[in-house]
């Protein structure tokens, strides 16, 4: 293991949820360094933990017991706005579901994230724009997401996660909603913009995916089961 600090460090984390069949432990004891540089897949069963895991991550949840350091800093220290501020700075997401607001333009949903840091109109339309062409979609920056096919839209979710530059990138099943032609255009767009260092973490259910990173890490019943370089 390098000696250099983890981006992200998850210590004895673990999360329960409340549910109408009674508790679910979703996490237990998880410890969990993601390095710089590093593209790391979780895999499990469904109910593994593997969401949960993402969403501690990408500062979406807070753990039950455990400690979340994302660039040394304990998210469980920060109030909402903080937090908000170290998500928006750090961590750019790309969903199964997309996520794109359908009364924005594509442009408009991709320049997003530097709206929300107070980047200059000018200057966020620009990183917009560029971004769309880093992804193939320069020429469709003023349609409507529902003009757009599946895989068109995820590539727009992808741009909107790395439009602010952001050194961790996190990935919930990006190509479960995609048939096989644009689910392999989008995985490889993902994995051409995190070559260049940026950190990548992809939750997916397919082995040929995770094959494709360095690391694997395998989750089951909460409980981290498996960490190794393939």
Same mark, same amino acid.
């Given at each position: 293991?390098?000696?250099?600090?983890?981006?992200?460090?998850?210590?004895?984390?673990?999360?329960?949820?409340?549910?109408? !069949?009674?508790?679910?432990?979703?996490?237990?004891?998880?410890?969990?360094?993601?390095?710089?540089?590093?593209?790391?897949?979780?895999?499990?069963?469904?109910?593994?933990?593997?969401?949960?895991?993402?969403?501690? /991550?990408?500062?979406?949840?807070?753990?039950?017991?455990?400690?979340?350091?994302?660039?040394?800093?304990?998210?469980?220290?920060?109030?909402?706005?903080?937090?908000?501020?170290? %998500?928006?700075?750090?961590?750019?997401?790309?969903?199964?579901?997309?996520? /794109?607001?359908?009364?924005?333009?594509?442009?408009?949903?991709?320049? *997003?994230?530097?709206?929300?840091?107070?980047?200059?109109?000018?200057?966020?339309?620009?990183?917009?724009?560029?971004?769309?062409?880093?992804?193939?979609? !320069?020429?469709?920056?003023?349609?409507?997401?529902?003009?757009?096919?599946?895989?068109?839209?995820?590539?727009?979710?992808?741009? %909107?996660?790395?439009?602010?530059?952001?050194?961790?990138?996190?990935?919930?099943?990006?190509? !479960?909603? *995609?048939?096989?032609?644009?689910?392999?255009?989008?995985?490889?767009?993902?994995?051409?913009?995190?070559?260049?260092?940026?950190?990548?973490?992809?939750?997916?259910?397919?082995?040929?995916?995770?094959?494709?990173?360095?690391?694997?890490?395998?989750? %089951? !019943?909460?409980?981290?089961?498996?960490?190794? /370089?393939?």
């Amino acid at each position: 293991m390098s000696a250099e600090a983890p981006l992200a460090s998850l210590r004895a984390v673990s999360r329960t949820y409340a549910t109408d !069949g009674g508790i679910v432990h979703a996490l237990r004891g998880i410890d969990l360094d993601i390095r710089r540089g590093e593209h790391t897949a979780i895999v499990g069963g469904s109910g593994s933990g593997k969401t949960t895991l993402l969403s501690l /991550l990408g500062c979406l949840d807070r753990p039950g017991s455990g400690t979340v350091s994302i660039r040394g800093v304990v998210t469980s220290q920060l109030d909402d706005e903080a937090l908000a501020a170290l %998500r928006n700075e750090v961590i750019g997401f790309v969903f199964q579901q997309f996520h /794109l607001i359908r009364s924005a333009t594509v442009v408009q949903n991709v320049e *997003l994230p530097l709206y929300y840091r107070g980047v200059a109109r000018v200057e966020r339309r620009r990183r917009a724009a560029a971004a769309l062409e880093a992804v193939g979609l !320069g020429g469709l920056a003023q349609r409507f997401p529902q003009q757009l096919s599946g895989g068109q839209q995820q590539r727009v979710a992808i741009a %909107r996660a790395i439009v602010g530059d952001p050194p961790l990138l996190l990935a919930d099943e990006p190509t !479960g909603n *995609l048939d096989a032609e644009n689910a392999a255009l989008c995985l490889r767009t993902l994995m051409d913009d995190a070559a260049g260092g940026r950190t990548l973490v992809i939750v997916t259910h397919d082995p040929g995916i995770a094959r494709r990173c360095r690391r694997i890490v395998t989750l %089951r !019943g909460g409980e981290c089961v498996d960490d190794r /370089l393939d």
